[in-house]
């Protein structure tokens, strides 16, 4: 049997009370080895979810006894086993629509009219992230029995031996503090934490941390090192994956102490001995050897204990699995923020880091400006030359205006042909002149086929709003940009108009 065969196809449901739709979205998803059902009636389903148990939602927003709003809502609602993404079709385009979808916990849209090839794209995109957070959820469980397998141990440790109890308490100290630590999601401030937290439980002069290099994925390099006997020279340490350290690593799986091992590896004890290393413990993942943790010397001067050692090993597995799930979540955070073809951030993180930088700005009485361009006569470009040609133009015009900006300035994909960038700290005027710059590279740059233009070239046009000049809310400075950018179009394009420039109705 095939490793394929082993794999089920993905099931989906389509929610449609439009039969003919539904016939055709199954017969394409089909084609694509798809499971498919369907289900006219959204009232019922939640028990179409019980029985089919898919593992995709397609819904319409527009049907007649439930709407597929409400119907997202109620789905939210269910003790489903694992994650159900949802992806919402509509006819409409109006922003309050789909931003209701989504917050009703609608994971992606797509709007009709709408090309078969885009809807796999996003089906195949949710498909992903399913996987990805079912794994996620996973490693949680396991991380669960491995606490509950540690506090039996504990139990057992105090039944059998009262004297044991005060160390008992220390573990358990340990084991909480270590949780706390362990439940960031965010990588680089979990291994900085995870080393603060060992130096002191410990009391170690230093701590070090290597895991594979992204490059090289057989070799072994310093992230971070923390404490007072920690230079920059350990970030020169390398470990090869080949050497006989890690091998050792993987046949005993848990610390040990450099003194014990001297004369079995002489090449690599002489460089950890360099830095102060005293104690090594491998960081496993699948019965892999993903990491080495180094310990500098006690700050009493003693040697490490057995339990001590021990303790280090329980710390070290949970540092592993904290790891990969902060691996993995900033993996499923990048694909849930990141639009596919672009690469640039997802209308989704616009709105959430223009909301973040807005109430910023507010109480630092600071201004923040925003962006919103268009390509110019797109559709003309698009149907004359195809999808294709159209959708590398919107690649290249991503290009520019991501090598355009600070580094944290935001560029996100507002929505078909257009883009927004936030720019947080920067009045109008600056506004103006990042804007007057793009707009004449986008014009400046030789796009395939662009004589076939209206004005000969393919530019761009830019509307410009301003915090707190223009608007005091999220929801107006977008209105601001949107109206200077339509005054820009119906002002022969390839301008750059601000929103304080045109008088309000």
Same mark, same amino acid.
């Not at 698009?382 to 959708?391: E, I, K, Q, S, Y």
């Given at each position: 049997m095939t490793h394929s065969q082993h794999h089920h196809p993905a099931r989906i449901l389509v929610v449609?009370?439009?039969?003919?739709?539904?016939?055709?979205?199954?017969?394409? $998803?089909?084609?694509?080895?798809?499971?498919?059902?369907?289900?006219?009636?959204?009232?019922?389903?939640a028990e179409k979810i019980e029985s089919f148990r898919p593992d995709l939602l397609i819904m319409d927003i527009m049907m007649p006894e439930l709407d597929g709003i409400s119907a997202t809502r109620r789905v939210r609602n269910l003790k489903l086993s694992s994650y159900l993404p949802i992806i919402v079709?509509?006819?409409?385009?109006?922003?309050?629509?789909?931003?209701?979808? $989504?917050?009703?916990?609608?994971?992606?849209?797509?709007?009709?009219?709408?090309?078969?090839?885009? $809807?796999?794209?996003?089906?195949?995109?949710m498909l992903r992230l399913k996987k990805l957070h079912d794994r996620l959820m996973t490693k949680t469980m396991e991380l669960d029995e491995a606490n509950q397998q540690i506090s039996r141990l504990n139990h057992v440790l105090v039944e059998t031996n009262k004297q044991l109890q005060r160390k008992v308490y220390n573990f358990h100290n340990l084991f909480e503090v270590s949780f706390r630590v362990m439940g960031q999601l965010e990588l680089g401030k979990l291994i900085n934490q995870a080393l603060l937290n060992i130096l002191g439980i410990f009391t170690s002069q230093s701590a070090a941390l290597l895991l594979n290099s992204e490059e090289e994925p057989d070799l072994f390099e310093v992230v971070e090192a923390k404490g007072l006997g920690a230079d920059e020279s350990i970030y020169d340490l390398r470990i090869y994956r080949h050497e006989k350290l890690i091998h050792y690593l993987e046949l005993t799986k848990k610390p040990f102490q450099i003194r014990e091992v001297s004369r079995e590896f002489k090449e690599i004890v002489p460089q950890l001995k360099k830095h102060h290393i005293e104690v090594v413990s491998p960081v496993f993942?699948?019965?892999?050897?993903?990491?080495? $943790?180094?310990?500098?010397?006690?700050?009493?001067?003693?040697?490490?204990?057995?339990?001590?050692?021990?303790?280090?090993?329980v710390l070290t597995n949970m540092m592993a699995v904290a790891i990969h799930n902060a691996q993995l979540f900033e993996h499923v955070r990048a694909l849930s923020y990141t639009d596919g073809m672009t690469g640039l951030h997802n209308y989704r993180f616009f709105r959430l880091r223009l909301k973040e930088e807005v109430a910023r700005a507010r109480r630092e009485n600071s201004p923040v400006s925003l962006l919103i361009s268009d390509v110019d006569?797109?559709?003309?470009?698009?149907?004359?030359?195809?999808?294709?040609?159209?959708?590398?133009?919107?690649?290249?015009?991503?290009?520019i205006l991501q090598t355009s900006v600070r580094d944290n300035d935001i560029v996100a994909r507002y929505g078909g042909e257009e883009f927004a960038i936030v720019l947080p700290g920067t009045d109008s005027e600056g506004a103006y002149a990042l804007a007057e710059r793009i707009r004449l590279k986008v014009e400046e740059e030789a796009f395939y086929k662009e004589e076939i233009q209206p004005n000969k070239k393919l530019t761009i046009s830019i509307g410009i709003g301003n915090f707190p000049?223009?608007?005091?809310?999220?929801?107006?400075?977008?209105?601001?940009?949107d109206r200077a950018l339509y005054h820009a179009k119906h002002s022969g394009r390839n301008v750059v108009v601000r929103a304080s420039e045109i008088a309000k109705a």
């Open positions: 449609d009370d439009e039969i003919g739709m539904q016939k055709l979205l199954k017969k394409v $998803l089909e084609q694509q080895k798809f499971h498919v059902e369907g289900l006219l009636d959204s009232r019922q389903i079709v509509t006819a409409r385009k109006e922003t309050h629509d789909l931003v209701a979808a $989504l917050e009703a916990g609608a994971d992606d849209y797509i709007t009709k009219p709408f090309e078969f090839e885009e $809807l796999l794209a996003r089906v195949r995109n993942q699948k019965e892999e050897v993903v990491g080495v $943790l180094l310990l500098g010397p006690n700050v009493r001067g003693e040697e490490y204990s057995e339990d001590e050692l021990e303790m280090l090993a006569y797109f559709k003309n470009y698009n149907d004359t030359l195809g999808h294709p040609a159209g959708d590398e133009v919107l690649r290249k015009v991503s290009r000049v223009d608007a005091v809310t999220v929801d107006d400075l977008i209105i601001e940009a």
